[in-house]
């Protein structure tokens, strides 16, 4: 069974920055895009970034665009989110989702706190 594991969250002032790692076992990774999403208590689960599977084509949810980078490599079955000029807004756990929001493999979650 494919699984999916998130690295690199934490606690970060406003204005700081951050990097997430997604790393997905098995030999089918190149084959699927790749999404993070964050959900914070309360709210909706939303789509943050996501990367197609050759890694050319690229979306953004318009609050994370020109601070968030989303890239992969697949050569080492990894994705990753880098997080510039962080908000409070961006507190959420994020997750890692791998083929599909309904369908595909998602990762148990990390925890991204931005706060003074």
């Known amino acids: 069974q494919v699984q999916v594991m998130e690295f690199g969250g934490g606690l970060v002032q406003p204005g700081g920055s951050l990097t997430l790692s997604c790393n997905v076992s098995?030999?089918?990774?190149?084959?699927?895009?790749v999404g993070w999403y964050r959900q914070a208590p309360g709210k909706q689960r939303e789509l943050v970034a996501s990367v197609t599977s050759g890694g050319s084509k690229f979306y953004y949810t318009e609050s994370v665009k020109g601070r968030f980078t989303i890239s992969r490599d697949n050569t080492k079955n990894a994705v990753y989110l880098q997080m510039n000029s962080l908000k409070f807004e961006d507190t959420a756990v994020y997750y890692c989702?791998?083929?599909?929001?309904?369908?595909?493999?998602w990762g148990q979650g990390i925890q991204v706190t931005v706060s003074s």
């Open positions: 098995g030999n089918t990774f190149r084959n699927f895009a």
């Open positions: 989702n791998f083929g599909a929001e309904v369908f595909g493999v």
